[in-house]
């Protein structure tokens, strides 16, 4: 069943769940599928609407006060099925490194190990639509002792929201509420238990859920600035005794290795490749598990994409601004090599 707060729903079921989860992205939505599939009584509340709308994309504006980052209403997206709307589909089973205790993090490491997850992996690709293996390309002579293929997946890409839609309408066991934006979680009086989610439509009316189970699946950025947000019992914010909240944040770390020049038949056949550090060589030199793709471009032209509709735009604009008919000229001529283009477009 799908339930609109924004329609200001005279009656609705707001305890005895037994699953809360907040965000119906990738996350949240498999956890719902999943619980509901297997008879628990779920509530799935999402801050957006079914489709995009600039009402739930302003919440996530916010001022970045760090290290340089993107919009952080751009490399997100707040409706149902969230990021996957836009992400890339790229997928990568995770190393035995990355669960290890690494002591120059100054990290306890995970308390499971990657065999923990691998009895997960085959339904993980049902759920991203997956039929292959993770594969590494095939080619000779380019692994090293420092750095081996990286194997990769593609996901269709997925679109939760629209793949799961179906199913969470027709469920009897799942409750998604749109436009349920989670404000604060509600602790016990020991501190130490969730009793509640408040939740708000964008009328400001409260809606307050309860059930055994609460799941904060909001995002990597979004659930650490809840958590730290939800101050109202604990001024710190929920779980930020050891003001640690939030600190492990990472975003890829991309780096420009600049372009080089090579075989070009060989190169070919490359296509684009990525390559990923050995375990050996990430814990000689004391660093995280790192990747470098390399993309070939043998044949730098004319982009049929960005510069398409620039081309236009000038084109289109020249019978009216005679007096910009030269500069417009110089632009129409305009020729970027395709990564060029994608690299000041944004
Ligand atoms: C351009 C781009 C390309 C990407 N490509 C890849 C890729 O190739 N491979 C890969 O593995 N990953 C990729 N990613 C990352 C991937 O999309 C995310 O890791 C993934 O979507 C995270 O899932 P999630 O459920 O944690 O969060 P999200 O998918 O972001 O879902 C969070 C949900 O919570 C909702 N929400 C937020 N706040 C509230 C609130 N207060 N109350 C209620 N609901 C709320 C949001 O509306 C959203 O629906 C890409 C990301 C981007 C931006």
């Known amino acids: 069943m799908i339930i609109n707060l924004a329609e200001n729903p005279k009656s609705i079921t707001t305890s005895g769940y037994d699953v809360c989860i907040a965000g119906a992205g990738a996350a949240g939505i498999t956890l719902a599928i ?49 990021t996957t709307n836009h992400w890339a589909g790229r997928c990568k089973p995770l190393d035995d490194v990355d669960f290890m205790q690494r002591d120059f993090f100054g990290l306890p490491g995970w308390p499971i190990n990657r065999s923990d997850l691998e009895t997960f992996e ?38 939760f929201g629209t793949k799961f839609y179906d199913e969470l309408e027709k469920s009897s066991h799942i409750t998604l509420f749109i436009n349920a934006n989670l404000t604060d979680i509600r602790l016990d009086k020991d501190l130490s238990t969730v009793t509640e989610f408040v939740i708000k439509n964008y009328g400001n009316q409260d809606f ?20 730290l947000n939800c101050d109202s019992q604990i001024k710190s914010g929920i779980g930020n ?70 081309k236009k735009f000038v084109r289109d604009s020249i019978c009216q601004w005679q007096t910009l008919s030269e500069l417009s000229k110089k632009i129409r001529l305009l020729s970027l090599p395709w990564r060029w283009c994608y690299r000041y477009a944004y």
Not at 131 to 151: H, L
Request: charged letters at 25%; aromatic letters at 10%; glycine letters at 10%.
């Open 34 to 82: 999943y619980l509901g599939r297997a008879g628990k009584k779920v509530a799935l509340l999402e801050g957006g609407d079914q489709e995009y709308t600039d009402q739930s994309m302003d919440i996530y504006k916010g001022n970045n006060t760090g290290i340089e980052y993107w919009g952080l209403e751009r490399c997100r997206l707040r409706y149902l099925g969230g």
């Open 122 to 159: 085959k339904e993980a690709k049902v759920v991203l639509d997956i039929d292959k293996d993770f594969d590494a390309p095939d080619i000779p002579n380019w692994s090293s002792e420092r750095f081996i293929p990286d194997r990769i997946a593609r996901s269709a890409p997925t679109r």
């Open 208 to 227: 307050r859920f309860s059930g055994k189970n609460f799941i904060i699946a909001l995002g990597a950025i979004e659930n650490a600035r809840l958590l």
């Open 241 to 310: 005794h050891s003001d640690f909240v939030g600190r492990c944040f990472m975003e890829h770390f991309n780096v420009d290795l600049g372009m080089f020049a090579g075989n070009k038949k060989y190169l070919e056949a490359a296509g684009t490749t990525s390559f990923c550090t050995s375990s050996a060589f990430s814990l000689e030199h004391k660093i995280g598990n790192a990747n470098v793709s390399m993309s070939v471009s043998t044949a730098p032209g004319v982009s049929g994409g960005r510069s398409k509709a620039v």
